[in-house]
T-cell receptor, first 113, second 116 residues
Framework: NAGVTQTPKFQVLKTGQSMTLQCAQD?????MSWYRQDPGMGLRLIHY???????DQGEVPNGYNVSRSTTEDFPLRLLSAAPSQTSVYFC????????????FGEGSRLTVL | AQSVAQPEDQVNVAEGNPLTVKCTYS??????LFWYVQYPNRGLQFLLK??????LVKGSYGFEAEFNKSQTSFHLKKPSALVSDSALYFC??????????????FGSGTQLTVLP
């Protein structure tokens, strides 16, 4: 079982460059989300989606875009990277119903120089 | 707005001793509460959750947590710690209410170190 797959695992960018973090899940989950993890701050929600074609902002959405064209995929785009976006990014999914637990990917470590 | 507090950044315990990782929360209405564990360079893994019912919840790897509504707490416990329990632990809360407020909010994490 693949679960939630994130690529790439590591990436170094220069300020102003753009890139996309990929996330795919094979559990037919309707809900998908992106978090960033920074030391001492836990996980903060960037964007989430409750189904194909539906996305919404989380706690820290500025500088990030998302789209959800299929149930399986939920890419996160950085249009113009900034050093403040240096972080570890996690994609997570869960089934419908709200009481279910999140399933996390292995994370993508991004460094912006 | 909902929030989670994990008052201890670091907890050290000797192998074989009981362990407690503390969590308090603030949310409108009744909460859904979760504990996750993160091993180095890995994603978070689900340990246990409280939805409703019995205040003592049992989860994976021998962990349990006690929901205390009056103290708004959900402390994680294990009767006998193992070195392999050493990891970063996150408490999280979500309200029962519908809509965008139904997102999961995480605490800042507690690093548990079990000493041999």
């Amino acid at each position: 079982n693949a679960g939630v797959t994130q690529t790439p695992k590591f990436q170094v960018l220069k300020t102003g460059q753009s890139m996309t973090l990929q996330c795919a899940q094979d559990m037919n989950h309707e809900y998908m989300s992106w978090y960033r993890q920074d030391p001492g701050m836990g996980l903060r929600l960037i964007h989430y989606s409750v189904g194909a074609g539906i996305t919404d902002q989380g706690e820290v959405p500025n500088g990030y875009n998302v789209s959800r064209s299929t149930t399986e995929d939920f890419p996160l785009r950085l249009l113009s990277a900034a050093p403040s976006q240096t972080s570890v990014y996690f994609c997570a999914s869960r089934g419908t119903g709200g009481t279910g637990e999140l399933f996390f990917g292995e994370g993508s470590r991004l460094t912006v120089l | 707005a909902q929030s989670v507090a994990q008052p201890e950044d670091q907890v050290n315990v000797a192998e074989g001793n009981p362990l407690t990782v503390k969590c308090t929360y603030s949310v409108s209405g009744n909460p859904y509460l979760f504990w996750y564990v993160q091993y180095p360079n890995r994603g978070l893994q689900f340990l246990l959750k409280y939805i409703t019912g019995d205040n003592l919840v049992k989860g994976s790897y021998g962990f349990e947590a006690e929901f205390n509504k009056s103290q708004t707490s959900f402390h994680l416990k294990k009767p006998s710690a193992l070195v392999s329990d050493s990891a970063l632990y996150f408490c999280a809360v979500r309200p029962h209410s519908l809509g965008s407020a139904r997102q999961l909010t995480f605490g800042s994490g507690t690093q548990l170190t079990v000493l041999p």
